[in-house]
């Protein structure tokens, strides 16, 4: 019996979930000297950013380190779905969840080269990104 492309398509998937859920289409790209995964999960950007090959992110699993912010948590989170905007206008603008939470590619990607690697352009208005999920910020 012949393997069909299909098939061949079905044993990769599988092996990619078994060794984790590693994203299929992400590129690949130079981050800090070292080839990543652009859309890593957040246990994938912590590999580096424990301290260990990169800046320490030390409460990148609760917060961010750019603002104080909680990850891995839903989208939106619990009770709140008033304060924040609506997913599709989130997904609308280009930010990405992971499982439908909020992860470190949530706000960041890699492609784009600004100093933090935010996902959307905040040269004009620094908080840009911010509004694209909360209605308003206290």
Do not use: W
Request: glycine residues 6%; proline residues 3%.
């Amino acid at each position: 019996m012949r393997n069909t492309g299909a098939d061949i398509v079905i044993i990769a998937v599988l092996v990619m979930v078994s060794l984790g859920g590693v994203f299929l289409y992400a590129d690949q790209l130079e981050h800090h000297g070292m080839t990543v995964d652009s859309e890593g999960s957040a246990a994938y950007c912590l590999t580096c950013h424990d301290g260990s090959a990169a800046p320490k992110i030390s409460v990148c699993s609760t917060t961010c380190a750019v603002a104080v912010h909680k990850t891995l948590i839903n989208y939106p989170p619990a009770g709140r779905k008033k304060e924040f905007a609506p997913l599709e206008a989130v997904l609308r603008a280009g930010l990405k969840l992971e499982n439908g939470m909020i992860t470190c590619i949530t706000c960041h990607d890699l492609k784009n080269m600004n100093k933090y690697h935010f996902a959307i352009d905040t040269t004009r208005f620094a908080r840009k990104l911010c509004y694209v999920c909360h209605v308003e910020i206290h």
